[in-house]
């Protein structure tokens, strides 16, 4: 007993002490940034992938949603999301669709001074597509050689967003891939591989031999830290750029600046569509949901919760608000956007569907059922926490208990199916809707139509939109998927998910940093996705 | 320290036998105790509900510990967190209190069921207490029934020990003895001449085994195992304030910490004092 007495005393002096200096350092501080550094950048970032568990390979996802550094893809997207060749030089897809060609440049050398050929990026998909990474690659056939500049991909679908696979796997070596390559990868990106401190930080020079623009900073160092650690390490001077939550957004560190960057990154809630009906996935894990199966009930929540509140209250006004997943992008629909916080309407929703509250406690039942549901959400994820427990107490003035619930991945997992999941999503892949809505993308070992969404017409309307090359053609088939002035995935149609916002990506760097145009920020967010172009102003 | 504060009453309290001190001491302290856990049982949901006009406000009339990043006021959820820490301390202490009882007693019957005891106690003890908590919780399905069966499950131990010290010692006693001679059952025996004794030992272990189980709750909940994290437990409190302490908000973690502090020490100082009344060897300190 004493003895846990004097822990708990030398814990509080502890606390005391990191306290006291804390705020000593931030006087020192000013003197730690006057250093003049030129050519390197330390930072911190990456909340979202953090330290990739499986090393720095794009087989198994690295660089996926992200631009992978350490190696090339075939295509990058530019600062309008549109693609331009980096390997490539030319492509082709066949009339049908099921063969695409694609023509590299013949002077891309890897950091080993091995060149980089058809071969390699033929085996890299190969590779990729058996592996079964994070990388949907279902509906690629196999990948083969024309000649050392040439590659033919035989696809088994003729899905015409095939083109942003192409622009996602990092090519790697042939002759230098095991299983081990993660762990010091070889590729032929702007940066080269130096040394990976596992738990703490992996060191990248620039590769000399790039083929493309050089970069400013010749040396990248990215340490993996929590969210405050690299907050109080910035503030200290130790590192020059941190991704911080947007609690901090109004913290102020002298000699630094606050950067907010707009995401395509959307938050939203799936709500199972199949009644429970005592049916298990493979797993075991029950599916359906009695609350949220019912239209009303999704409809009541997605008219009459006002948006613009929670991003202000969650998210501290760091973000905006968010009805299909995909406002942001091309293949969104306006349409489909409409006016919401209108408590009437939803109520009257409920009402006419005959939910009511017959026994007084300000939530409506129907059929002995209440409207009643747990809502989960990652716990390690603040934001979504905020969220939840914000939806939660608006939900209330409506007639409808949340019950928010943090928990693990692996458990989530276990309750998906039957359990609306706080989720994000934010691609500049269109193939994301139709993984998410298309009726056979169902498949409970992944979160692909987790909802067990099933309506013909969105089916016709997604598949219309995926086989078709003509690209804007294809936006107008995505848009109807979401509303075609009858039917649809989104609020106006089958209300399937409840959007609420995307979320902005804050860092916090030193004010000398000139990050250039920053590229459309995808789920987890892709900072260094122009890094070519930053430097450091006044130097 | 129970000394100095009866020493800082001698004055304030001049016609009053130390007794009768002891006993306003507790009551004091109990009262204290009480009111927390009647308290976080009334909290009002609004009470707790985020208010973001107002997050992140140091301390202040309003706000006495301050608010969170979700403008929650800080003395409702440590209120909350300590009524929850006090009631999983109370049924984590009297079930194992039961469990040592059971198990004392069981193994003064003979010589095997000594050893499964004592075999049942090693096993226990072997394994690191926070590990085994985090195990049982687990292995009940998680949540807060997981803390509160694994808290529960886990702090016999000791007291068991105890008991079973006490009942081989009362065994020798020359009165046991003619008390069999006399041809009264073991039954008999246990009842009326070992569970006297052993009485002001239950009421002592359970009033001791209090802080531990508390002090074991709030670290479960600190290292985020058992409750969401929107919940108020003082673990997830405090380690949700370590997130901001670079930030500057000292609050956060200064006064919910003392709090937990003042609680844990409040039982301590109950313990000792209820020790010095019921302990017979120890009545005239």
Redesign the interface.
Known sequence: MKKSLSMLLIGMLLVVAVMVSGCADSKTEASGTEEIRTDELIAAVGTHGGEPESGFNPITGWGYNHEPLIQSTLFNRNNNAAFVGDLATEHSASEDGYTWTVTIRNDVKFHDGESLTAEDVAFTFNTAANAGGSVDLSMLEKATTIDDDTIKFELNDNQATFINKLAVIGIVPEHAYNEDYGQSPIGSGPYEFVQWDKGQQVILEANPDYYGDEPYFKKLTIVFMEADTAFAAAKSGQIDLAEIPSSYASQKVDGMKVVSLDSIDARGISFPIQPETGEKSEDGYPIGNDVTSDIAIRKALNIGIDRQKLVDAALNGQGEEEFTGVDKLPWGNKDAIFEDGNIDEAKKILNDAGWKDTDGDGIVEKNEVKAEFTLLYAASAQERQALAVSISEESKKIGINIIPEGASWDKIDTLALSTPVVFGYGSLDPTDLYLKYYSKSYDPSSYNNIIKYSNPTVDSHLRAAITNPDQNAANKDWQLAAWDGDTGFSSKGDATWMWMATVDYLYIMDEKIDIGTPKIQPHGADIFGNILEWELKGN | MTTAVVNANRELFKGINLRQKTIMLISCLSLLLIAIVVSSAFIDENAL??D?ES??LAPSLEHPFGTD??GRDMFVRTLGGLGLSIIIGALASSISTIISVFLGLLSSIGKIEDSIVSWLVDLFLSIPHLLLIILISIGFG?GATGVIIGVALSHWTSLTRVVRAEVKQIKTQEYIHISQKFGKSKWWIAKNHIFPHLLPQFVLGTI?MF??AI?HEASVTFL?FGL???EPAIGIILSES???????Y?WL??FP??S??IV??VF?LIGENLGKMLDPKKAHE
């Open positions: 509900s985020t973001f997050k992140n990043w979700m998680g001791v802080p531990h002090l985020g969401s994290p929107h370590m997130k901001y302490l670079s930030a500057g000292w973690a200064f910490g003392l937990l502090l844990i020490l301590d």
